[in-house]
């Protein structure tokens, strides 16, 4: 089983010497009333204070970026112990919060220098499982300084120094793991050390140690308050969806799914050979168990009734015949009889599919709220072989209704960065997003409703805190548009559960903290408002 991403964000902290107690009993917190929903995770307000240590004349936006620099750090810090943050990388840093202080730095060899140390606090949005309803605070670190200097010694401290981790070297605030017992023993041992020369200080008030001012490590508590997960049905818009949206009398899906192998690591197997593609098939396997009438209309000008490979040439091939070669290794053309033969079919197949749009239609009758049944078409719209290009994410957001992503966030850098966006590439009407890849919570949540025409009246987004599995991830998508289309009116807790069965499972749920954010202002519910589908 493999992740998305290793296939590849005002009381001060006096002498900063919390103790490391990862895992230890927390105080209950008063609940209040959320505004997401979700199966595993539960949302809570986050808070912690750091300080930053920089030159006596460091500018205001040195000052930003210092502090910018350790808060990211943060990111994973709270990734590595199950806790998904809403600011993109904790970057956000409100300068309201700093408090700057002149101090010497005092050199045991007897130099003193100047300096600024400026403390902030930082507030955020989080989730956490719901393991860890109960917990009000947890003691984890920072990284500080200049660390990405001493990223080997950060490596073999603070992660478990995988190959994953050595991809991310680049990265260490991505992988940083303030929860392994090696890193809570290097961030007490520096700590220890800096009290201890403290204790030499003539005015500690106003002075700090050499090593204060280099140290790697800042332990820090996080306060998690407030906020558990409402459990109150809530629905996507059903009747706007069936009204049509972009398009009259038409409920557009588009699926864009990426391609999996482990980026970070520089992998480029054969598309063929990529579990992207396999779990391209297996979506719509699980759509077509509700929509038994879906029909494959449009090839985006590729022929797919007929494949050349290894000199032999196959014709009147079906759909049906690419799901069985492909999922179930049947149906193969006589003249294909050998695993070489097989294979290179495949190839030809999964080369002349990929990075094109495939649209399968199904008619349906729809009555909403007692009115005159109406014809509307169901369309189902996929692409296979995303990778960081944004041309097919441009092309769904701006022509579907409902967008759903299954593929990697390249940490958020990748083909969704809402930078590349703007108001103008949605439509003005109605959309659900789901973004099936790692961290998409703190990536694209909170930026994409921002910029949505209408904000949350008009854009609901499935995300999830932490990493996703890949493993699984075609049929859980599927699942999702089956449920949501079949006719039901399904509520979003129903579809979060429909869509994380047979995951994987782990210490942090089986759907990766997934959460439906925007929904609370939706007017849609079953009992006031009749909505009758009727396949054709």
């Not at 009381?11 to 997401?36: F, R």
């Not at 991310?168 to 809570?184: A, H, I, M, R, T």
């Not at 854009?459 to 079949?486: H, Q, Y």
Request: proline residues 4%; hydrophobic residues 40%; aromatic residues 10%.
């Amino acid at each position: 089983m493999k992740l998305f991403n290793r296939f590849a964000p005002l009381l001060l902290i006096a002498a900063c010497t919390a103790p490391m107690m990862t895992g230890c009993a927390a105080d209950d917190v008063a609940l209040e009333e959320d505004d997401l929903t979700s199966v595993t995770a539960r949302e809570r307000a986050l808070s912690f204070e750091g300080y930053v240590v920089v030159a006596a004349n460091a500018s205001d936006s040195a000052i930003k970026a210092a502090v910018t620099r350790e808060t990211q750090s943060a990111f994973g810090a709270l990734r590595t112990a199950t806790i998904g943050v809403n600011d993109r990388e904790l970057k956000d840093v409100d300068f309201a919060t700093f408090v700057k202080e002149k101090v010497t730095v005092v050199d045991p060899n007897g130099g003193k220098t100047q300096a600024l140390r400026v403390r902030y606090r930082f507030n955020d949005r989080a989730v956490v499982p719901v393991s860890m309803a109960k917990r009000s605070a947890i003691h984890l670190g920072l990284l500080h300084g200049d660390y990405q200097s001493q990223s080997k010694k950060i490596l073999v401290e603070c992660t478990e120094n995988t190959k994953h981790d050595q991809e991310f070297e680049g990265s260490l605030w991505y992988v940083f793991n303030p929860s392994l017992p090696s890193c809570q023993d290097a961030i007490k041992v520096e700590d220890i050390a800096i009290q201890n020369a403290r204790k030499e200080l003539t005015d500690p008030a106003n002075e700090i140690v050499t090593a204060e001012q280099k140290r790697i490590y800042l332990p820090v508590t996080f306060k998690l308050e407030g906020k558990s997960t409402s459990s109150t049905a809530t629905y996507p818009e059903y009747d706007r969806l069936w009204r049509g949206g972009v398009e009259k009398d038409k409920v557009v899906v588009s699926l864009v799914s990426g391609v999996m192998a482990d980026w970070a690591a520089g992998e480029k197997p054969e598309l063929a050979d990529d579990v992207g593609y396999y779990m391209f098939y297996q979506q719509m396997v699980e759509i077509e168990k509700q929509l038994t009438g879906l029909k494959l209309t449009k090839t985006d000008g590729q022929d797919l009734t007929t494949f050349t490979a290894n000199g032999k040439t196959v014709k009147d091939v079906t759909w049906k015949d690419l799901k069985n070669w492909e999922l179930f290794g049947t149906g193969y053309p006589a003249a294909f009889s050998s695993y070489t033969d097989r294979k290179a079919l495949k190839v030809a197949v999964a080369n002349k599919l990929a990075k094109h749009w495939l649209t399968f239609e199904q008619p349906v009758s729809v009555s909403i709220a007692g009115e005159a049944p109406r014809d509307v078409t169901v369309v189902i719209k996929t692409y296979y072989g995303a990778e960081t290009g944004d041309a097919p994410h441009r092309t769904a957001m701006k022509t579907s209704d409902v967008v759903v992503y299954n593929g990697h966030s390249y940490i958020g850098y990748g083909p969704l960065d809402p930078s590349r966006y703007s108001a103008s590439d949605f439509p003005s009407t109605y959309q659900l997003f789901f973004f099936n890849s790692c961290v998409s919570f703190n990536y694209y949540e909170a930026d994409f409703i921002k910029m949505h025409p209408g904000g949350t009246a008009n854009l609901d987004m499935i995300t999830n805190g932490l990493e996703s599995w890949v493993n699984g991830s075609g049929p859980s998508v599927g699942r999702f548009v089956a449920s949501l289309l079949n006719g039901k009116q399904t509520s979003y807790l129903s579809l979060l559960k429909v869509t994380a069965k047979g995951s994987p499972a782990t210490d942090v749920g089986i759907d990766g903290l997934r959460v439906v954010d925007g929904e609370l202002d939706n007017k849609f519910k079953p009992s006031k408002t009749s909505i009758k589908v009727i396949l054709k």
